[in-house]
């Protein structure tokens, strides 16, 4: 019967020749409502977020051309670059743990591209109408029905997808001046490239390209096998109740005609965005998205068996056997993940508020001044990555140097750097003899002088 | 091998280049990355070229972004190229 799926598609207009479309059927169900609320919440937070605001400003920007990260009342600088990389590796870490316990739970929830790919079907469904409709429309020549339909769905593609690139530029541009640059017509050039090129890269993945992403793109779906065990949770369907498969009378004995409770009908094939069996096995292109569990239940349900022909389960489980949740391979990246967790937790509340650079004038290496003493002048980079504003007083911590003012004070808003410039003069009547000298700069918040900050810096001076 | 011979069976280059271009899309993702979080492009630019507009951020980004894409796409393709040469070992 999967032949009716053959004989419905047509080869794609793609570049892959061999490659047949896949007509998804709409199913609802269990675990289509958890896939949907899970698609609103995850949408809801991509194209809600850049326009929450925390303390006046963008409560998530990853400001690159200002080189700070601002998440919430955190501000993270290019120093921090280690919690970035950390981050990384707890998700990664996650995933594993994830996949050992439940399978491709990310695949069939939360990828980005599953949840796209969703939101595009859906606005297919809307224009161009259900299963049967799309494979008819598509195989009809063209009309001005066809033109206005497919028209349509281009048009609601094109904008959501336009729309998607510019919340994503959203977040590394503060979004609302990126608004008002839009609405002017006013956008840099970048900024105009990167929102087509993300719009364009989103119609492609979730319009175009949709389950060959998964299937020859992702590297997660890979290696995901690496991470399955006979303990892992994933959508089989029960062979031995199944089989044989076959169709019959409903209220009939299929027992004594020798059937099995799969009755051939090919639902869980029509709505399987991969466009696979799973009744031939776990393969590697099934998401787990649960869609066909929500078919068969339905037909389940209809021929009044229990439900649960095609399920999540293990493999032990299938077998008859217990299923053990707790196994070395689980305690092992549940106890690496806490670790990384806590530990991350720790540094980051524990990461120096504030941080002190010294540069050294660059025009001129030092100058003479009229009572002959010698003078440098140097850049102080004060960065306040504290939450709230705090005003800092330089030190100098060397007996030979004087600061000139003596303790000159800058206001630093949070999360800002402020260039403060500074002089520093040594006096002449303690002639050195060396002409490069070395002292150390401090700064301390005035209001709270437990933050501190200190650099070296060299100091230059005539040789005698 | 079986990736590459799966490819041919489909009888296109398409996915070949789709597939060089998307992994190299992503070694360069994390190479700008890593790059720009310890190279500050701007001071860098204003040494190398003084302008009297010297071009912003985001631009240095998106080039450096390229640059590292292209790399990665070159060194792709010619594993690709290898890879699908005809080996005269494997026939049987
Ligand atoms: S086999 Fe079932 S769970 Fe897997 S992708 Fe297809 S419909 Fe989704
Ligand atoms: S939906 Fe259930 S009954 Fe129908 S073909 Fe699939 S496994 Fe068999």
Redesign the pocket.
């Given at each position: 019967m999967t032949d009716t799926i053959k004989s419905g598609a047509q080869a794609d207009e793609s570049y892959y020749a061999a490659h047949q479309k896949v007509y998804p059927r709409d199913i609802a169900g269990r675990f289509a409502t958890l896939r949907i609320s899970a698609a609103w919440l995850l949408l809801g937070l991509f194209y809600g977020l850049p326009w929450l605001r925390w303390n006046g400003r963008q409560a998530i920007l990853f400001d690159l051309p200002a080189r700070k990260f601002h998440l919430f009342g955190l501000t993270l600088w290019p120093q921090d670059f280690i919690f970035l990389t950390w981050l990384l590796v707890i998700a990664a870490l996650s995933l594993f743990f994830f996949t050992a316990v439940a399978g491709r739970l990310w695949c069939?929830y939360a990828c980005p591209q599953t949840v796209w790919t969703e939101v595009f079907l859906w606005m297919e469904r809307v224009t161009e109408g259900d299963r049967t409709r799309r494979m008819k429309l598509d195989a009809a020549p063209w009309s001005l029905h066809k033109l206005g339909r497919k028209g349509a769905k281009q048009l609601l593609w094109v904008s959501f997808a336009l729309w998607t690139g510019f919340t994503f530029v959203g977040f590394f541009t503060p979004i609302t001046l990126l608004g008002e640059l839009a609405l002017t017509g006013a956008l840099g050039p970048w900024e105009s490239f990167w929102i087509f090129f993300y719009g364009l890269a989103t119609y492609g993945n979730a319009g175009f390209l949709r389950e060959q992403v998964c299937k020859y793109m992702c590297p997660y779906a890979r290696f995901q096998s690496a991470m399955f065990d006979r303990n892992t949770l994933i959508?089989t369907y029960d062979l031995e109740r199944g089989e044989p498969r076959g169709g019959r009378r409903k209220g009939s004995d299929a027992r004594s005609a020798g059937l099995g409770d799969c009755v051939d009908c090919t639902l869980?094939v029509q709505?399987?965005?991969?466009g696979?069996d799973?009744r031939a096995g776990l393969?590697y292109?099934?998401?787990?998205?649960?869609?066909?569990?929500d078919a068969c239940d339905s037909v389940m349900d209809r021929m009044h068996y229990p439900r649960g022909l095609?399920r999540y389960a293990t493999q032990n489980n299938l077998d008859r056997q217990s299923t053990r949740i707790i196994r070395p391979r689980i305690i092992v990246y549940g106890v690496l993940l806490l670790a990384l967790c806590a530990g991350f937790v720790i540094a980051l509340g524990r990461r120096a508020p504030v941080a002190l650079d010294v540069l050294h004038d660059r025009n001129a290496l030092y100058r003479p001044l009229d009572d002959g003493a010698i003078e440098n002048v140097y850049l102080l980079k004060i960065m306040n990555k504290d939450a709230i504003p705090h005003r800092f007083r330089v030190e100098l911590g060397d007996a030979g140097y004087r600061l000139d003012p003596i303790a000159p004070q800058f206001d630093v808003p949070a999360g800002e750097v402020f260039n403060a410039p500074v002089r520093v003069r040594r006096a002449a009547l303690e002639q050195r003899h060396d002409a490069v000298g070395r002292l150390r700069l401090r700064i301390v918040a005035t209001d709270a002088p437990s933050l501190q900050a200190q650099a070296d810096a060299r100091f230059f001076a005539p040789r005698d | 091998m079986s990736q590459v011979a799966n490819h041919e069976s489909l009888g296109t280059h398409g996915r070949i280049w789709l597939t060089v271009l998307w992994t190299s899309f992503l070694a360069a993702s994390g190479a700008t990355m890593v790059f720009f979080a310890f190279v500050d492009p701007r001071p860098a630019i204003e040494m190398l070229a003084p302008a009297a507009a010297p071009p912003s951020r985001t631009a240095l980004y998106s080039v450096g972004f390229f640059l590292f894409w292209m790399i990665a796409a070159l060194s792709a393709s010619l594993t690709a190229w290898l890879l699908s040469a005809p080996s005269r070992r494997s026939s049987p």
């Amino acid at each position: 019967m999967t032949d009716t799926i053959k004989s419905g598609a047509q080869a794609d207009e793609s570049y892959y020749a061999a490659h047949q479309k896949v007509y998804p059927r709409d199913i609802a169900g269990r675990f289509a409502t958890l896939r949907i609320s899970a698609a609103w919440l995850l949408l809801g937070l991509f194209y809600g977020l850049p326009w929450l605001r925390w303390n006046g400003r963008q409560a998530i920007l990853f400001d690159l051309p200002a080189r700070k990260f601002h998440l919430f009342g955190l501000t993270l600088w290019p120093q921090d670059f280690i919690f970035l990389t950390w981050l990384l590796v707890i998700a990664a870490l996650s995933l594993f743990f994830f996949t050992a316990v439940a399978g491709r739970l990310w695949c069939g929830y939360a990828c980005p591209q599953t949840v796209w790919t969703e939101v595009f079907l859906w606005m297919e469904r809307v224009t161009e109408g259900d299963r049967t409709r799309r494979m008819k429309l598509d195989a009809a020549p063209w009309s001005l029905h066809k033109l206005g339909r497919k028209g349509a769905k281009q048009l609601l593609w094109v904008s959501f997808a336009l729309w998607t690139g510019f919340t994503f530029v959203g977040f590394f541009t503060p979004i609302t001046l990126l608004g008002e640059l839009a609405l002017t017509g006013a956008l840099g050039p970048w900024e105009s490239f990167w929102i087509f090129f993300y719009g364009l890269a989103t119609y492609g993945n979730a319009g175009f390209l949709r389950e060959q992403v998964c299937k020859y793109m992702c590297p997660y779906a890979r290696f995901q096998s690496a991470m399955f065990d006979r303990n892992t949770l994933i959508i089989t369907y029960d062979l031995e109740r199944g089989e044989p498969r076959g169709g019959r009378r409903k209220g009939s004995d299929a027992r004594s005609a020798g059937l099995g409770d799969c009755v051939d009908c090919t639902l869980c094939v029509q709505v399987c965005p991969t466009g696979i069996d799973i009744r031939a096995g776990l393969q590697y292109e099934c998401i787990a998205c649960a869609a066909c569990i929500d078919a068969c239940d339905s037909v389940m349900d209809r021929m009044h068996y229990p439900r649960g022909l095609v399920r999540y389960a293990t493999q032990n489980n299938l077998d008859r056997q217990s299923t053990r949740i707790i196994r070395p391979r689980i305690i092992v990246y549940g106890v690496l993940l806490l670790a990384l967790c806590a530990g991350f937790v720790i540094a980051l509340g524990r990461r120096a508020p504030v941080a002190l650079d010294v540069l050294h004038d660059r025009n001129a290496l030092y100058r003479p001044l009229d009572d002959g003493a010698i003078e440098n002048v140097y850049l102080l980079k004060i960065m306040n990555k504290d939450a709230i504003p705090h005003r800092f007083r330089v030190e100098l911590g060397d007996a030979g140097y004087r600061l000139d003012p003596i303790a000159p004070q800058f206001d630093v808003p949070a999360g800002e750097v402020f260039n403060a410039p500074v002089r520093v003069r040594r006096a002449a009547l303690e002639q050195r003899h060396d002409a490069v000298g070395r002292l150390r700069l401090r700064i301390v918040a005035t209001d709270a002088p437990s933050l501190q900050a200190q650099a070296d810096a060299r100091f230059f001076a005539p040789r005698d | 091998m079986s990736q590459v011979a799966n490819h041919e069976s489909l009888g296109t280059h398409g996915r070949i280049w789709l597939t060089v271009l998307w992994t190299s899309f992503l070694a360069a993702s994390g190479a700008t990355m890593v790059f720009f979080a310890f190279v500050d492009p701007r001071p860098a630019i204003e040494m190398l070229a003084p302008a009297a507009a010297p071009p912003s951020r985001t631009a240095l980004y998106s080039v450096g972004f390229f640059l590292f894409w292209m790399i990665a796409a070159l060194s792709a393709s010619l594993t690709a190229w290898l890879l699908s040469a005809p080996s005269r070992r494997s026939s049987p």
